[in-house]
């Protein structure tokens, strides 16, 4: 028992109802463990059936870059490259699951403006970049997912680390401290009743 502790029913009193509080602040953490758990999962399914998507994608545009690369050659390219506009409609707007950031991208979703002349280019750059941009909202719904799947682990871990304080050390040593002032009190009470005994003897004898 903590030394500073007195062995008191008031104090028995109010070490059980600290110890319900902690009993209820792990369920509702270990819910709120689950829920992340279940919201990590789902998000990492489907991450990675978008992300097999992409990559396959990425693969057939690459192929496409560098058979334009091939024919127009890399200074024309990089040149062709500064004409293109910057997109300036990308946005980020936060939301809230179980207390973690979930980041989501908004943008304006449009048809490519080709910015150059077509006697600067031939066809093969042409569909490289129509379908380069078919690919952004993949690519910026793969980045939600996955600075998603970000967030939910190191709330995971934090949730973790909460609910095994409470398991292995809160708990247990509430509960130890509650048996030993009960055990206590217990000694007190039988000690209490030994002195009554004696007493009443004491008095009965006196009488006689």
Known sequence: MNNDTIASKANLIKTKDELKLLEVGLDILDK???ALMNAHDSIIKQRDELNVKVNETMSKVSHSFNKALASIGEEKLENLACLIPIDNSINL????????????????DKKLTLSYSFYQTNALLDKALIDFNKLRSD?????????????LEIEIRKANKKVN?????????KTDLIKNISQSLEEKEREEFSKTKIV?????????
Do not use: C, G, V, Y
């Not at 699951?97 to 989501?104: G, H, N």
């Open 32 to 34: 709120k463990r689950k």
């Open 93 to 108: 707007e936060a939301n809230k699951f179980m207390q973690t950031d979930i980041a989501k991208i908004e943008f304006e």
């Open 139 to 151: 690519i910026f719904k793969l980045a939600e997912l996955d600075s998603a799947i970000n967030n």
């Open 165 to 173: 304080s409470l398991e292995k050390i809160q708990i247990p040593n």
């Open 200 to 208: 009443k003897r004491n008095k009965e004898k006196k009488s006689s």
